[in-house]
């Protein structure tokens, strides 16, 4: 799957077509992000800054929470156009411009 198509599947994306993977839940305690969170932002294609393509159907976006925070999220997109959310986390831009030098 492209990036083109990772938009498109999103834009057409809807809320019964998300879930959630046990590690999100584990995770989501350690970090301030929760699940409603994660349906606004991916309901949210203008707030979509990059997308990283990974193995196995697997994506990593980046959603532009504000000019100092992303939220990062870890997905997985089935061939029956379901969406699974693995993992998420928000990032602080700061650090992130420090680690490009």
Do not use: C
Not at 15 to 42: C, T, W
Not at 45 to 67: A, C, P, Q
């Amino acid at each position: 799957m492209e990036i083109k198509e990772v938009k498109e599947f999103l834009e057409s994306l809807t809320q019964y077509n998300i879930s959630f993977d046990p590690h999100f839940y584990k995770r989501a305690g350690e970090r301030p992000v929760n699940e409603s969170m994660v349906r606004n932002f991916l309901s949210r294609i203008d707030k979509l800054e990059k997308i990283e393509i990974g193995n196995n159907d697997r994506f990593k976006l980046w959603f532009r929470m504000s000019r100092k925070y992303s939220l990062v999220l870890i997905i997985e997109i089935s061939i029956q156009k379901h969406l699974k959310v693995i993992s998420a986390w928000n990032t602080n831009k700061k650090w992130q411009n420090q680690l490009r030098r």
